[in-house]
């Protein structure tokens, strides 16, 4: 099995950053992606971004392209997402992901095998 971890989340202002990351553990040969969600209140979860573990990301949505960078450090199982120009549209709890395989794609909730707890991120006016 893979388990995935985030950490990173926490209060921000308007115009700040913040680098969220996700480290895997237990099976992790077996992984062919990760990926980060949001979900913000009373919304649904939404995807932001997904690197292939060969290497690759996936594209990002209009919301976040050119402020928010996915990337990996393979040797520690980990995955960064670097977020900047932060707004309070980006206040959400932000899920790391695990794929197994990308049969389903990896812009869908169901394309993953392997959900974290979430970490919250609130930016601030």
């Known amino acids: 099995q893979v388990q995935v971890e985030e950490s990173g989340g926490g209060l921000v202002q308007a115009g700040g950053s913040l680098r969220l990351y996700c480290t895997a553990s237990?099976?992790?040969?077996?992984?062919?992606?990760m990926g980060w969600f949001r979900q913000a209140p009373g919304k649904e979860r939404d995807f932001v971004t997904a690197i292939l573990w060969s290497g690759g990301t996936v594209d990002y949505p209009e919301s976040v392209k050119g402020r928010f960078t996915i990337s990996s450090d393979n040797a520690k199982n980990t995955v960064y997402l670097q977020m900047n120009g932060l707004s309070p549209e980006d206040t959400a709890i932000y899920y790391c992901a695990a794929a197994l395989c990308g049969s389903r794609g990896l812009r869908r909730d169901d394309g993953y095998h392997v959900w974290g707890q979430g970490t919250r991120v609130t930016v601030s006016s």
């Open positions: 237990g099976r992790t040969f077996s992984l062919y992606a």
